[in-house]
């Protein structure tokens, strides 16, 4: 998922590996070594309602990638 701002193009990956959800998140064309431009937050759930949702929050919400861990935490913790 895409979504971009005063010219500024952020990208959600969401993806499925070894029976976990992650999601990865940066904005294009900035670098990826800086933590404000790229973050992952790996195996973050099992279940696939739970991480589609999330992706959506987020998306909507415009979070930039610095944030996207912080977000991950309390969204889970707040389910469980």
Do not use: W
């Amino acid at each position: 998922m895409q979504i971009q701002s005063e010219n500024i193009k952020i990208v959600y990956h969401l993806y499925f590996n070894n029976t976990q959800y992650s999601i990865e998140c940066y904005r294009e064309g900035h670098d990826y070594s800086n933590p404000n431009n790229y973050s992952v937050s790996n195996d973050f759930t099992d279940d696939e309602g739970v991480a589609v949702d999330f992706l959506h929050r987020v998306a909507k919400g415009k979070v930039s990638p610095v944030h996207i861990n912080d977000l991950v935490k309390d969204y889970i913790e707040k389910l469980y």
